[in-house]
């Protein structure tokens, strides 16, 4: 070029072979690279095949690698395992993943999770404060809430922003409460609570508001009603 824009200017493609390059100034306290136009890097089909670190010394981890055999990303790893690894190997640091909105009180920060069947957004919702969810739908919208804990850690369980208990499910339609069962196929066999608010001991099906199934004992019974009729089935042992 006879129109150098700086101190080295280079018209055409440019191949470096060196094991180290360094970018250093004595006078700027930070490096930029600046992409005038859109640009297109490759790498090499090998683990950490690109890498920053803070030394090029054996034994030392980088700070970011790419694996290119395998389409992974590490922060902290050489060698990551999954598309994205984190690593920290100091024994007084954690090792964590922050997911930060500082901008509109009424944004979210979520992290989503999306195969070909589903989709899953847990985070923080901006629209109602300090507020932990679990949202089966494409975002933290109320109606697919399917979890929640606020800031004085109420929990609610269903769709609903604002537990007002320590733990408060909503049913959905004919699905039940609550069931304890004492197998994977025994839905409710133990326990179950309905949406209905009906409560069965020994069956899944309770028609009132107590129903129990097999012998109770109890020191009394008390019936507050001045009307009601009392009938035991199968008799009545005092």
Excluded: M
């Excluded at 409710?188 to 129990?212: D, E, F, M, R």
Aim: glycine share 10%; net charge negative; aromatic share 6%.
């Amino acid at each position: 070029t006879v129109t150098p824009a700086t101190t080295l200017s280079i018209a055409g493609n440019t191949y470096l072979d060196s094991n180290i390059i360094t970018y250093s100034s004595s006078t700027a306290s930070t490096l930029t690279f600046s992409y005038q136009k859109s640009a297109t890097s490759t790498i090499p089909q090998l683990v950490n095949a690109f890498s920053i670190g803070t030394t090029t010394a054996v034994g030392n981890a980088p700070i970011f690698s790419i694996d290119g055999a395998n389409g992974r990303v590490g922060i902290g790893t050489a060698g990551p395992t999954k598309l994205l690894h984190l690593s920290q190997k100091a024994a007084s640091a954690d090792v964590g993943l922050l997911i930060e909105n500082t901008g509109s009180p009424n944004a979210n920060a979520a992290i989503g999770f999306k195969n070909t069947v589903g989709e899953y957004w847990i985070g923080l919702k901006g629209n109602t404060g300090d507020v932990f969810s679990i949202s089966d739908g494409t975002d933290l919208t109320g109606s697919s809430i399917r979890f929640l804990i606020n800031s004085t850690g109420d929990i609610a369980i269903g769709a609903d922003a604002s537990p007002d208990a320590r733990l408060e499910i909503v049913a959905s339609g004919a699905t039940d409460l609550l069931n304890l069962s004492s197998a994977a196929a025994n839905d409710g066999n133990l326990l179950t609570v309905t949406s209905t608010g009906n409560v069965g001991i020994g069956t899944t099906s309770p028609y009132a508001k107590l129903s129990v199934v097999r012998p109770i004992v109890a020191e009394y019974f008390h019936a507050t009603s001045t009307t009601a009729t009392s009938t035991f089935a199968g008799g009545f042992t005092a």
